[in-house]
């Protein structure tokens, strides 16, 4: 089984723009994303995915491998699916390029899904975290995630979901983490497949494969990610890399 991982890498962030290419601790934030993915040593090969001269400057400078994007993409799914499609691969990885401090653990437990799947039931496989703050359970931006007794994903909302009618039922309330495994012929169908109803309302990309009957198994992992989001983001990365 030939595993990948790919980088999807754009300029322009609209809460911080050109984030991934501000300094953390002497190199930029997209090289010490794919140098903690490298130092994972689980991936035949890791590439970022990038329309941008600038990136592709960066990550070269640092002898990393870039695959530029030749069409507009309108999310990271998109953008390593149109990389992929040439490549001799079964499985690709989408490691966010704003998450220097990516970790082997989470990666490693997302590839054993596959390895573990001799029947090839699984599409994708993705991460989770509990929540136990109402506070973070009501944030919007904390992706929740419902599963099915086999650990796949029943819905994704922004909403609490599932909402606590009964408040004395034990509800453990799981935090998406953006990390995508997938088989690469359900990355390439994603992009023949129309956006619907639920995704473009809630703008989740992970519905649309649930919308079209793809198999999403979810790993909990006790890791929180730490995303590069803002200016307040990167001072506390530099502190937290030292």
Known sequence: MRVIAMIPARYSASRFPGKLLKDLAGKPVIVRTYESVIATELFDEVYVVTDSSEIEKAVKA?????????????????RIAEAAELLDVDIVVNVQGDEPFTRLEPLRDLI????????????????????????????????????DTND?????????????????????????????AFRKSALSAFTKLPMQQNE?????????????????????TPFQVIGIDTPEDLIEANKLWK
Not at 66 to 77: L, M, Q
Not at 117 to 124: G, R
Not at 153 to 180: A, M, N, Q, W
Not at 200 to 220: P, Q
Request: aromatic share 10%; with cysteine; hydrophobic share 30%.
């Open 112 to 147: 054993a899904v596959f390895k573990n799947d001799p029947e090839q039931k699984i599409d994708l496989a993705s991460l989770i975290h509990p929540m136990h703050s109402w506070e973070d359970i009501e944030n919007p931006n904390n992706v929740k995630v419902v599963l």
């Open 62 to 78: 640092h002898n990393g491998k870039v695959i530029r994007s030749i069409k507009e993409h309108d999310c990271g799914s998109d």
């Open 200 to 220: 473009a309302t809630e703008k989740l990309e992970g519905i649309r494969f649930l919308e079209y009957g793809k198999k999403i198994k979810m790993v909990e």
């Open 152 to 180: 796949c994903v029943l819905y994704f909302s922004r909403s609490p979901i599932p909402y606590p009618r009964d408040k004395s039922v034990e509800t453990t309330y799981y935090k998406h983490i953006g990390i995508y």
